[in-house]
């Protein structure tokens, strides 16, 4: 158990000029399972790879446990990296996996097997022990991938991308057995993945990453109620946040004809008048009362989503036009190329600042 | 829009259509049918030989004794130069394989100074015909009482073996997923716990078709033992060739004796296609 501190974390590839990971700093507190989520090229497994000693820092530091980990041995660091696509390895057993870590290092074939014993019992895996990885559920399988990460007793794991091509339904995304086995074994985890819907289902805190560059560290309803920035904003959420740029004028913002309040505050932080207007799809009405105070718009595409219909629709902005997704979940649906006013809940917009990127206070 | 069959699965439906079968099966008996005449032969006595053709032995198959075979056994030089063969052979396929997949792990994964240009060099070896080393290696040995010895044989089969087996089984290492070697340093595997328990196990198949290659060329060579063997380390090889130009008639001796020789490579070839296979199968590392 231990909790881990990026101070700063810089890496540079050679050949490149832009750092993968550029000045990350992080703090993962222990027995926490915090999330990397980002764009893929956004530094998640470059930042994994850092703090598993598999790659060097190029500036700043890591600190597991308070120690620096400066100079030390991949092996002596007590972290367990599970690379993407080799969490578990096709050509071994369930068993021959999680006794993998022990095998490496010089431990007794008894040692080996109570161990592996203990961690099947304990992830519910004594009837597959025999069995390839490939023939597992996606169930079964990330609790496969939690035993061999937890078989060197290490202070933190890392997982990258566990679930990635294991076909894991929605449903499991939701009750993941990675997420419940830590919580039963405690283990400090850090876990990246680039979907942010598995990022909110699973972590306790999370890390949106961006071009090498932490965005926002937050609860999931932290990153997804006060998203932190634009590049955050349009990652966190399924359908993404819309975004439409706008111009403001005195102590308001025009989206079409609907009138955004801009608060002193939120003026004071500006660096010029554009920003950028994001509506989370849920947050826009179809049919608000006609006339001035709402966005005229038209349909281009209706998505029928079983439970929902996703409307996409085209609005006028300054210097074109854009696109935006509306969730609609009861009531009447407008048609394709129907035209309509759109309203929106002004108290749940989200206003960046177009030249930062940055969330106005 | 029809979709048409994908180029491979035509190519399989035609090979299974009968016509095409029957055209490979005729093929092969044709192909099988000089060793099958020297089996035959192998089991005929000498008078019958130069009497009729080995294909009477269908309408006569009280032909068939296995005095050859016999005589064969009690064949000092044929059996000495078999022992030959076999104490040239296994020791040189074994020393390619071992010191090989050594080298080809290290110029695959491990990073030392001039690695490069010594893989370079590697690869230069490669294009050096075995002819222009026969003279400063004859005179070597002679210096080195080399000469004659079965060690020197050996040897010399292992130097001129390596840099293919080199150069195969480092490509081959290099293709192993860099994350499955990085699992296994993390964990504090040693080069050498990493190599018997990941490199290994993965690069099967290639080290299998290393030593059926390595084997078979060894257990043929005839250039090489004539050279550097004397009468009492010569392998069957250069025996067999021996009791052709002698009488030119001593057919008992050297059907069976080819045949001999012709039939343990098979039994090699076939008891590691296995491994062949099935590592081809296990070495599928996509996750």
Known sequence: ??????????????????????????????????????????????????????????????????????????????????????????????????????????????????????????????????????????????????????????????????????????????????????????????????????????????????????????????????????????????????????????????????????????????????????????????????????????????RDQGREYLVHARIEVPGGTADLVIRRTSGPVPLLGESFVLGAAVDRVHLFDAATGRRLP | MTRKPAPAARIVGWLSSGILQAVLLLVGVLWLIPTLGLFVSSLRTPVDISDSGWWTVFTHPSQITLSDYINLFHDQGMMQSLVNTVLITVPATLGVVVLASLAA????????????????????????????????????????????????????????GLPFAIFLLRNFFAGIPRELLEAARMEGGSEWVIFRKVIVPLGMPAIASLTIFQFLWVWNDMLVALVFSDTNTQPLTVELQGQMRQFGSNIDILAPGAFLSLVIPLIVFFSFQRYFVQGLMAGSMKG
């Open chain 1, 1 to 302: 158990m231990a909790a881990v501190r990026f101070v700063d974390a810089t890496r540079v590839f050679r050949g490149s000029w832009k750092p993968a990971v550029a000045g990350v700093g992080l703090d993962v507190r222990d027995g926490e399972l915090m999330v990397l989520t980002g764009p893929s090229g956004s530094g998640k497994t470059t930042l994994l790879r850092m703090l598993a000693g598999l790659e060097p820092l190029d500036r700043g530091s890591i600190l597991i446990g308070g120690q620096d980990t400066a100079g030390t041995a991949p092996h002596r660091r007590g972290v367990a990296l599970l690379a993407q696509g080799f969490a578990l390895f096709p050509q071994l057993t369930v068993a021959e996996n999680i006794a993998f870590p022990l095998s490496m290092r010089r431990t007794s074939a008894r040692t080996v097997a109570a161990r592996v014993d203990r961690l099947a019992r304990l992830c519910g895996l004594e009837q597959h022990l025999a069995a390839r990885p490939e023939s597992l559920s996606a169930e079964l399988r990330q609790r496969a991938i939690m035993a061999r990460a937890m078989a060197a007793r290490p202070g933190v794991i890392c997982l990258d991308e566990p679930m990635a091509g294991a076909g894991a339904t929605a449903t499991l995304r939701d009750r993941t057995p990675i997420a419940t086995l830590q919580r039963v074994c405690g283990t400090t985890l850090l876990y990246a993945t680039c979907s942010s819907t598995d990022a909110l289902a699973v972590a306790d805190r999370v890390a949106v990453m961006d071009r090498g560059v932490v965005h926002q560290v937050g609860t999931p309803r932290q990153v997804f109620e006060e998203p932190g920035s634009v590049a955050v904003a349009e990652f966190v959420g399924s359908p993404p946040m819309n975004l439409v740029p706008a111009l403001v004028a005195g102590d308001t913002a025009r989206v079409g004809d609907l009138p955004v309040p801009v608060g002193p505050a939120q003026r004071a932080a500006l660096t010029s008048d554009r920003i950028v207007v994001g509506m989370r799809p849920d947050d826009l009405l179809i049919g608000a009362a006609d006339g001035p105070g709402g966005i005229r718009a038209t349909a281009v595409l209706v």
């Open chain 2, 105 to 160: 792990y290290a110029f695959a994964w491990i990073d030392f100074p001039g690695r490069d240009w010594l893989f370079v060099a590697v690869i230069g070896l490669l294009v050096v015909p075995v002819q222009v080393a026969l003279i400063p290696v004859a005179k070597m040995y002679k210096y080195t009482h080399l000469f004659g010895s079965i060690t020197g044989v050996v040897l010399f089969h292992i130097g001129f």
